[in-house]
């Protein structure tokens, strides 16, 4: 069937509605991408009526841009709005055909919401985490539906990038494989396989990375400018490592560090001048300040 082109069941066809959990920078983008380039109906859910206000601006604002640029009409802009519905009650995700998670990194929350998903979905929806760091494996455990669970790792401006990295866990079966993998081809992305380990491929390399820059920065090897510097005009990086790290959100490069460390040992401890800033709150961009101020 493969071969003849009917593999329908593996296709992605029956993938007509999806849910995304979390409406913070990487679930707006996720459901833009879902709705414009792939063409499915979204429903964005997140449990902060702010972060689902400031959602709505973002995905339209981008939209307009794309529309002044000449790239969209006013249509197809107006037909991508259509199609995202924006909802605080979880519970309205029941009849989507695939849930995709994108809330805080946090592998306790991750989890219950998991369970509170297998509950609540139709049997056969495919639940997928956008998890940057923690175990797929871990976040299937208590679903009773592992087969369905699946680590869907798309990049930050998830617009932009053209990466997903997909994750089987222990349990996920090759169909739940097969869909994501389309799903994602159908959103416009590459995707790479990963293994369920901490990181995955992109954060295993990039986030210690990150971290030597912070514990540089502290050290006073040299000035935040005069480090980003050499790693954009120096080794061709299109960003230097701290301000990628305030692009990423602080928070969420000291929760993957964490999860680095604790999994893959010292050689992964968390920069403590990283840690002081998300005490301080100064979070990256997202808040205004992290390393650099913006306005
Ligand atoms: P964010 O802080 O911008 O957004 C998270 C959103 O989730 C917030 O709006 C919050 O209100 C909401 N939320 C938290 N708990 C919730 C719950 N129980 N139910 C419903 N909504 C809830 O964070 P982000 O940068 O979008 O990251 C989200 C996820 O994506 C994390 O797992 C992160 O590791 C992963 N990720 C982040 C990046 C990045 O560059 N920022 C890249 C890839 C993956």
């Known amino acids: 069937a493969a071969q003849s082109g009917l593999r329908f069941y593996s296709s992605a066809v029956h993938i007509q509605t999806v849910g995304?959990?979390?409406?913070?920078?990487?679930?707006?983008?996720?459901?833009?991408?879902?709705?414009?380039?792939?063409?499915r109906n979204v429903i964005l859910v997140d449990s902060k009526k702010e972060s689902i206000e400031k959602s709505l601006i973002n995905i339209n604002n981008l939209l307009t841009k794309q529309l002044n640029k000449g790239n969209i009409t006013e249509a197809e802009k107006s037909a991508t709005l259509s199609r995202i519905s924006f909802s605080d009650d979880i519970k309205s995700v029941k009849d989507a055909d695939m849930v995709i998670e994108a809330i805080v990194e946090n592998p306790e929350i991750k989890s219950k919401l998991f369970?509170?998903?297998?509950?609540?979905?139709?049997?056969?929806?495919?639940?997928?985490?956008?998890?940057?760091?923690?175990?797929?494996?871990?976040?299937?455990?208590?679903?009773?539906?592992?087969?369905?669970?699946?680590g869907m790792h798309f990049m930050n401006p998830v617009q932009v990038m053209k990466l997903v990295e997909v994750i089987p866990a222990l349990g996920t079966s090759q169909n739940t494989v097969d869909v994501t993998l389309q799903l994602a081809?159908?959103?416009?992305?590459?995707?790479?396989?990963?293994?369920?380990?901490?990181?995955?491929?992109?954060?295993?390399?990039?986030?210690?990375y990150i971290n030597e820059a912070v514990q540089a920065f502290d050290e006073g090897l040299g000035t935040l400018e005069h480090i980003d510097t050499t790693m954009l005009l120096g080794?061709?990086?299109?960003?230097?490592?701290?301000?990628?790290?305030?692009?990423?959100?602080?928070?969420?490069?000291?929760?993957?560090?964490?999860?680095?460390?604790?999994?893959?040992?010292?050689?992964?401890?968390?920069?403590?001048?990283?840690?002081?800033?998300?005490?301080?709150?100064?979070?990256?961009?997202?808040?205004?300040?992290?390393?650099?101020?913006?306005?």
């Open 185 to 208: 081809k159908e959103m416009g992305k590459t995707t790479t396989l990963s293994k369920d380990m901490p990181g995955f491929i992109a954060n295993r390399l990039l986030m210690p």
């Open 115 to 150: 369970q509170e998903l297998a509950a609540i979905c139709k049997p056969g929806a495919i639940l997928a985490s956008n998890t940057s760091s923690i175990s797929i494996t871990q976040i299937s455990a208590n679903t009773k539906t592992p087969e369905n669970v699946i």
């Open 20 to 39: 995304v959990i979390g409406s913070g920078q990487m679930g707006s983008g996720i459901a833009q991408v879902l709705a414009q380039v792939a063409k």
């Open 235 to 295: 080794c061709n990086m299109p960003m230097g490592p701290l301000a990628l790290a305030d692009f990423i959100g602080l928070d969420t490069c000291y929760s993957i560090m964490n999860i680095l460390h604790t999994q893959l040992g010292d050689k992964y401890r968390p920069a403590p001048l990283l840690k002081r800033y998300v005490e301080a709150g100064r979070l990256g961009k997202k808040v205004g300040h992290g390393f650099y101020l913006y306005k």
